[in-house]
């Protein structure tokens, strides 16, 4: 990967290695206080009465505040900034930062302290006495729908928040009763801990009658305009700005009550204030994911030719509507139902459920690893059900001719869907198979081979703005709106900026994640920066090489339309010139030469590929060993090969840990989280995981000027099914037809023993 030139090195490495990055908690601003939040012991429970005198006298406390006494300053409810056209208003029940008269989930906030160090907000916090009316509560779909259930907010009856319908009803239902072949699966997408190297965490100022949240977080501007609502202030009263972040993944693109705590108690206290999450409290406080019931139908033709998916889901919220909880489980998968699969007739239902469980919001991929994993469950299922082989199934249904528009709308304008199938084949050493599963018996081994086809839909937010600002010192500050939470993006601009403008990486800075600094943003998510972002900065070097040309020919007493620009300067046919740096120093210079520029793209880019990953099984403990993995991705033009490698690679981690070992417990009638730290939370080790050489395909999409597709979810998308369909053929030999994620040696071993029946 290093032999590309494209592949260097990521630039912020050197002072992550060197322990010079900041992150929030190397924050200390004179007169920090800091917060300790009282949580919910109960997953559901009526507060009777909160006492905090005895708090209040722990020496070194500064404050101990409840919902009481945020109530007078009149905060607003922390709101769903989801945008999902239901069938019927969307039910989003109002959200406080402190829980007034009932909790709904473990770890919901109750109570706050402030103190002059950690440990007296810590010893105050044990000293605050909650009296709770403990009450029942439902932590699953199926319970929270059934008959007496209790009921968590009183204006969602039966726990429903919405009802999302998208499709030909009237044509999938057609297509099914003609159909010569249906395939039905019922499929759970489970929950998953979000689990980033760096927890949660904030450090709130109030400084010259504007609030300041440095956050570790992402979509910093979309974050200061919920909070400028919540606390129903200018947008440039607030500041929201991030250091360096720790990973993301989604879950931190969003307000959440702590923030809006420590803001409020910065500005009531006139001090700064911070507060870090400790990793069990990140569990209970930080949004989950996925977590979704499916019954999904595939009809087929005689010749095995795709006819109708119809898809009804049963979306668990958690406890509150949040952030872009409801668009994971609605819009967002709509975009990729079907995956590169021509598929004339699609049909979705969802229905969205509260229970007493930690919310639910955005993780890689939002919706669209849902969509993809269902689509490839289906047709893995259909090709045992026709006995058809996988490979020859998908590829007699993959789209070929382009633009296609697929059922749901989504008009997908290139790929070589076909191609990606065939490089993974050939990559996969099918002919070897037989011998590897003999070597595997030979050994009590069981070993499967398991394919899957992945389409993402990736833009995120629509429209993008980036800025270049020119310094005296000839350096040029690249502000753009997107954020990198560590995906190399200081990076990829430069490297985007010095091919466009021929100059030195080094002669760039990166700036974002401050809305102090950078003017707009969408931040990430949707694997969006380069498409959006990068085609930002395109338009804003063009834009500066074009009001730079009539400066430069005056400068040289030439055409402007004679002058060619390459190497950072402007030349004369007879080889004079003047460099950019020159004319944006120049003092007769009209005009700033710094420039912004947007781009106004609503348009989607679709990355696309084909894994295949081989496994062996010990019969006798279910024990699964993932030994081989395969990778064809189209991302369109790389910037950096080896940032992107680095991409997948994290993906595929965290899409092989869903699909082997992460499993959200919830005890059914407490709500307690029984896998509430990383003793009890499984997440994939570097043991787990075999070699993860990855294999580009770059056909480049005219979306963009850079013809880049994002890269940034495709390994979370496609590796889950990928995993299960080669382990599910290596169980097929026993008579194991289904098994959800993750597939733990527990539940492999129990559907091994199911299959051979009573013994």
């Keep these: 990967m290093n032999a590309d030139p494209r592949s260097l090195r990521r630039i912020e490495d050197d002072p992550l290695l060197r322990g010079a990055a900041q992150y929030v908690d190397d924050l200390a601003p004179a007169g920090l206080l800091h917060a300790a939040i009282l949580r919910s012991p109960h997953a559901h429970a009526r507060i009777v009465a909160i006492d905090t005198a005895s708090a209040r006298a722990v020496p070194g406390v500064a404050g101990v505040f409840t919902a009481a006494d945020l109530a007078p300053d009149g905060l607003g409810p922390i709101p769903c900034t989801a945008q999902v056209p239901t069938v019927g208003p969307m039910i989003v029940p109002d959200r406080y930062a402190l829980a007034a008269d009932r909790v709904r989930h473990v770890g919901e906030p109750v109570a706050c302290v402030l103190a002059e160090t950690l440990a ?119 500041r929201v700005s991030a250091p360096e ?121 939002a919706g669209k690893p849902e969509a993809n994993y269902l689509t490839e469950r289906l047709i893995e299922a259909a090709a045992r059900q026709l006995g058809r082989d996988p490979f020859a199934l998908r590829r007699a249904n993959l789209v070929t001719t382009f633009p296609y528009r697929n059922a749901l709308g989504t008009t997908i304008d290139s790929g070589g869907f076909v191609a990606n199938l065939d490089a993974a084949e050939a990559a996969a050493d099918r002919p070897g198979l037989a011998a590897r599963k003999r070597t ?12 899957a086809c992945y389409l993402e839909t990736s833009r995120g937010q629509p429209n993008e703005a980036a800025e270049l600002r020119f310094a005296p010192d000839g350096s040029i500050a690249l502000v753009v709106g997107t954020q990198s939470t560590g995906m190399g993006h200081a990076t990829a601009y430069r490297q985007i900026a010095a091919a466009r403008l021929g100059l030195p990486v080094d002669r760039f800075r990166y700036v974002q994640a401050d809305t102090a600094l950078v003017r707009t943003g969408g931040g990430h998510g949707g694997a969006r920066s380069m498409h959006m972002g990068g085609a930002a900065l395109v338009r804003a070097i063009a834009a500066t090489l074009e009001k730079a040309r009539p400066q430069a020919a005056r400068l040289l007493q030439e055409s402007p339309d ?108 407490s709500g307690q989280l029984l896998s509430g730290t990383l003793m009890d939370y499984a997440l994939p080790r ?11 395909a770059e056909r480049p999409t005219g979306a963009n000027p850079l013809g880049v597709k994002g890269s940034g979810q495709s390994g979370a998308m496609i590796a889950p099914q990928t995993v299960m369909h080669a382990i599910l053929d290596a169980l097929a030999p026993l008579g194991v037809t289904h098994l959800d994620m993750p597939a733990t040696p527990e539940r492999v071993w129990r559907a091994i023993r199911a299959a051979a029946g009573p013994r």
Aim: charged fraction near 20%.
């Design 120 to 238: 007296a907000a810590h010893d105050a916090l044990e000293r605050i006495a909650v009296e709770y009316e403990i009450l029942p509560a439902v932590t699953t779909v199926p319970a929270a729908g059934a008959p007496g259930a209790p009921l968590l907010h009183a204006a969602a009856p039966g726990n429903v928040s919405f009802h999302f319908q998208k499709g030909d009803r009237a044509g999938v239902d057609a297509a099914f009763a003609a159909a010569a072949h249906t395939v039905r699966l019922d499929l759970v997408n489970p929950r998953l801990i979000v689990v980033p190297m760096e927890p949660r965490g904030a450090v709130a100022l109030a400084e010259a009658g504007r609030l300041h949240l440095i956050v570790s977080g992402a979509s910093v501007h979309g974050m200061r305009d919920t909070l400028a609502g919540i606390f129903r202030l200018p947008a440039e009263q607030l």
């Design 562 to 669: 004679r002058l060619r620009y390459a190497d950072g300067a402007f030349r004369t046919e007879d080889g004079r010139a003047v460099t950019l740096a020159a004319i944006a120093a120049d003092p007769d210079f009209p005009a700033p030469l710094d420039t912004y520029a947007e781009n106004i793209c609503d348009v989607f880019t679709f990355p696309s590929g084909c894994h295949v990953a081989e496994v062996e099984v010990d019969p006798e403990t279910g024990a699964v060993t993932l030994a081989r993995y395969i990778t064809v991705d189209d991302f369109g033009t790389l910037i950096n090969p080896l940032l992107t490698a680095g991409q997948v690679q994290g993906g595929l981690a965290q899409g092989i840990g869903q699909a082997m070992l992460e499993r959200t417990a919830y005890d059914p009638a």
């Design 686 to 696: 570097a043991d787990d995981l075999p070699d993860l050489a990855v294999t580009f």
């Design 440 to 451: 595997a018996a030979a050994h009590g081994r069981l070993r499967g081979q398991g394919v």
């Design 245 to 365: 972040v720790g990973g993301g993944f989604g879950v931190k693109n969003s307000v959440y009550p702590e923030y809006v705590l420590l803001l409020w108690a910065a500005r009531r206290l006139g001090r700064p204030v911070k507060w870090i999450a400790g990793r069990a409290e990140d569990f209970v406080s930080t949004a989950h994911g996925r977590d979704n019931l499916t019954t999904a139908r595939l009809a087929l033709d005689e010749d095995g030719r795709f006819l109708a998916l119809d898809v009804v889901t049963a979306a668990n919220l958690g406890a509150w509507v949040a952030g872009f909880g409801p668009g994971t489980s609605t819009s967002a998968p709509s975009t990729a139902l079907g995956g590169p699969y021509a598929v004339p007739a699609a049909c979705m239902d969802v229905h969205g459920v509260l229970t007493n469980t930690v919310p639910i919001d955005a993780y890689r991929g």
